[in-house]
């Protein structure tokens, strides 16, 4: 089973969400669906600057395997993405918590943070499902 960092939160579609020291939410998908995911290898990124609601489809990965949407775990505006991914998909594999991380966002209600898992509840999620 995969180890969850435990300074990240947790979102029960698989995405992450760590908090920045200016206030930014840094997204990515968790290393758990990265591996059911197979190889990826494409990324549709969110447009900078888009509204994004908590829970809203806002990117996509693909992988051999299958297409998986992936949802604002946040709400907010999107202020970064990881533009490396659209030469290098393969980094969500390699490092799906630093290098492979999907895009920022400026948060809109700090609240949404507050409804997320923590690392031992999404082990828990992952164990139940």
């Not at 297409?67 to 290098?88: C, R, T």
Request: proline share 3%; aromatic share 6%; net charge negative.
């Amino acid at each position: 089973m995969s180890d969850f960092p435990i300074e990240l939160k947790y979102a029960s579609s698989h995405e992450w969400a760590r908090l920045e020291s200016d206030g930014m939410v840094v997204v990515g998908i968790t290393d758990h669906a990265q591996d059911a995911l197979g190889d990826i290898v494409y990324v549709e990124l969110p447009e900078l600057g888009a509204e994004v609601d908590a829970g809203a489809e806002v990117a996509v990965v693909e992988s051999v395997k299958a297409a998986s949407d992936i949802y604002a775990p946040v709400g907010g505006e999107i202020v970064g993405v990881n533009s490396a991914l659209e030469d290098e998909p393969e980094l969500v594999n390699n490092s799906a918590y630093e290098d492979g991380w999907l895009f920022a966002v400026k948060v809109s209600d700090d609240q949404d943070l507050g409804e997320l898992m923590d690392a031992e509840g999404y082990q828990q999620a992952i164990e139940e499902a």
